[in-house]
């Protein structure tokens, strides 16, 4: 496993440098550096997208099928083993299966390892000899005012809070975009605190960025870059998936009509009397 992972660190390099060697041509070193990070991590989540939307649909679909989960759990709650059958079978058809929501993270993980490993020490992994590798090593990495490899706790203890400022404001961007994009994910939908498990969920979601935020400030520059980046473009996939299949139903909402909206506009239309009964008042007029 230990090979793999080099290897997986060592391919990471390699399209960081293919980047790199098309832009320092163009633009400074430093600025280079960090528009290739940026660029891998658009790569990164491209790739990925297609787990991402199975992640997306996947737990939607566990949301929307909580009432019938429940109504199971309460029908077979004397036959474990049949209430397990049904559950599978009901997970199975609703397209809410557990490695749908799981794959997604499994095969990220990885790489976010492989990346914090080669962002901390780049000429493990990158060859001196490539146009990267030289400017690495001549220290020409700054990118906004940063160093790359160097972490935001370090640029406090050698710079001090002045010279680490552009340390803390990209970690303030990160955890802004991680918010922001948890804000969308639930923009216009009513929370249900009676749910269960409502309250712990929404502490969970308030808590982690701030978590992120605190971890991050040992962790690389280059990789506090790369974090940011994929929440903007995380933001902007759940944007589209929104666009495709509409914004998620809370759980237990009853689902829309989409047929009431006709309804209730022919409702409001004026009705026309019946030839039949105009043909009956005028009888009786001439009567």
Request: glycine share 8%; charged share 15%.
């Amino acid at each position: 496993m230990g090979a793999l992972f080099d290897t997986l660190i060592e391919f990471l390099g390699t399209v960081l440098a293919f980047f790199f060697d098309f832009l320092h041509g163009v633009m400074d070193d430093g600025v280079a550096y960090g528009v290739s990070i940026i660029l891998l991590t658009i790569a990164i989540n491209v790739l990925v997208f297609p787990l991402t939307l199975k992640q997306t649909r996947a737990t939607r679909a566990f949301s929307a099928l909580q009432p019938e989960i429940k109504k199971i759990q309460a029908e077979y709650k004397d036959d474990p083993q049949e209430m397990q059958k049904r559950l599978m079978a009901a997970q199975k058809a609703a397209g809410a299966t557990p490695g749908g929501c799981l794959l997604p993270l499994l095969v990220q993980m990885p790489i976010w390892f492989a990346l914090f490993r080669l962002l901390r020490a780049p000429l493990e992994f990158i060859s001196a000899q490539s146009a990267l590798g030289e400017s690495i090593a001549a220290g020409h990495e700054s990118f906004l005012g940063m160093m790359l490899d160097v972490s935001p706790s370090q640029a406090v203890s050698d710079s001090g809070v002045l010279g680490a400022i552009p340390y803390l404001i990209m970690i303030l961007l990160m955890v802004a975009t991680q918010y922001i994009q948890q804000w969308h994910s639930t923009y216009g939908q009513e929370r249900n605190v009676n749910q269960p498990g409502a309250g712990a969920q929404q502490a969970i979601t308030k808590i982690m960025p701030l978590f992120i935020g605190f971890i991050s400030w040992g962790f690389p520059a280059g990789l506090v870059v790369y974090w940011a980046t994929s929440n903007l473009f995380r933001l902007g996939q759940q944007v589209l998936i929104f666009q495709i299949d509409g914004r998620p139903t809370p759980a237990g909402a009853p689902a829309k009509d989409p047929e009431r909206p006709k309804r209730d506009a022919e409702s409001t239309l004026p009705t026309r009397p019946q030839s039949g009964a105009a043909n009956k008042r005028r009888r009786r007029r001439r009567r």
